[in-house]
């Protein structure tokens, strides 16, 4: 059952790997979006969770009812139908954030919450000429949105345990591992290292796969 179910993986691999946006094909890792947030705003666990909360709010329901708006849309301008929606919906999201977090924690992550109007992360779907279903867009962009939402997280809490010791402002160490994680210059290096492993990690993978696959045969 094993050698069957590895054999299946094998052969439908690549469209396997297309499809899951949160650990084979990671927007981040494998196709480097969503950067400028990452390294410059995800320096702490709490900065992380906002933009996470942004990126939720917008990412889904700017490609689902782009999908709907884009449709009588020529392809030439459908980028600004895009950004129209996104930058619409922002303005909605930033009056919730404003009640549900501290004006001074929305305050610092700076000017990375209104660009992810026209971040590619969310906005990257209108080079496609093909029109994108509602369904579809909605299932591509929750698995964009967990995708995104792992690797800011992931890297918002170790630059904060790095730099300062903490997670989410409490003590957990009185060593500060790397100072410089707290700065861009840090944010490009924790994710050019993360992108190595995880790259690596995803290529074993699929190695080990294949292999299983040619023992059936």
């Known amino acids: 059952m094993k050698l069957k179910k590895a054999k299946f993986l094998s052969e439908n691999m690549e469209t396997i790997a297309r499809r899951d946006r949160i650990l084979l094909n990671n927007p981040v890792i494998m196709q480097g979006m969503g950067l400028a ?12 969770l906002i933009l996470s909360v942004a990126v939720l709010l917008l990412l889904t329901p700017t490609r689902m009812l782009a999908a709907l708006a884009a449709r009588p849309v020529p392809y030439r301008f459908r980028a600004i139908v895009y950004c129209t929606i996104a930058a619409v919906l922002y303005a909605g999201v930033y009056i919730l954030m404003r009640g549900w977090f501290e004006v001074e924690q929305t305050l610092a992550v700076g000017m990375y919450l209104p660009l992810l109007c ?71 290096i924790l994710v050019g290292v993360l992108c190595a492993i995880w790259r690596g990690a995803v290529r074993a993978y699929k190695n080990y796969v294949h292999r299983e696959a040619n023992r059936t045969v």
Do not use: W
């Open 118 to 188: 026209v971040e590619p992360l969310i906005i990257k779907r209108y080079e496609r000429p093909r029109k994108e279903p509602v369904l579809v867009a909605l299932q591509k962009g929750l698995y964009i949105t967990g995708g995104y939402i792992l690797i800011l997280m992931l890297m918002g809490c170790l630059r904060e345990l790095l730099a300062a010791g903490t997670l989410f402002g409490r003590p957990v160490s009185n060593v500060h591992l790397l100072p410089v994680a707290s700065l861009p210059a840090g944010g490009f």
């Open 37 to 48: 947030p990452l390294v410059v705003a995800a320096t702490t666990g709490r900065s992380a």
